[in-house]
Nanobody, 124 residues
Framework: QVRLVESGGGLVQAGGSLRLSCAAS????????MGWFRQAPGKDRDLVAA????????NYADSVKGRFTISRDNAKNTVYLQMNSLKPEDTAVYYC?????????????????WGQGTQVTVSS
């Protein structure tokens, strides 16, 4: 069974940092692009950051550029999201996803495996 399991979410004050991890099991995703999405109550699930199969290319939402960094360790079948200078508007459930492509994927329909999500809450 293929699973993506996120960890590292929690409650943090504005200006603080969190590091999310997404561990994959059941198959390797070393040939797949990976992404982090987030969804706040009443809003769509939006891309936060994406990374291609070997980490050579990344893409970020404008709202997180310069603050968030996506990375991956294919030997560990894990992808990370380092989040710095967090803001209350970053509060959401964060989801890890594996794409059907090796190159960057920017929309949910290009992803076919999803984690269960981890809550990130940023207090002001």
């Amino acid at each position: 069974q293929v699973r993506l399991v996120e960890s590292g979410g929690g409650l943090v004050q504005a200006g603080g940092s969190l590091r999310l991890s997404c561990a994959a099991s059941g198959r390797t995703f070393s040939n797949n692009a990976m992404g982090w999405f987030r969804q706040a109550p009443g809003k769509d699930r939006d891309l936060v950051a994406a990374i291609n199969w070997n980490g050579g290319s990344t893409n970020y939402a404008d709202s997180v550029k310069g603050r968030f960094t996506i990375s991956r360790d294919n030997a560990k079948n894990t992808v990370y999201l380092q989040m710095n200078s967090l803001k209350p508007e970053d509060t959401a459930v964060y989801y890890c996803a594996a794409s059907i492509w090796a190159s960057l994927a920017r929309v949910p329909r290009e992803y076919n495996y999803w984690g269960q999500g981890t809550q990130v809450t940023v207090s002001s």
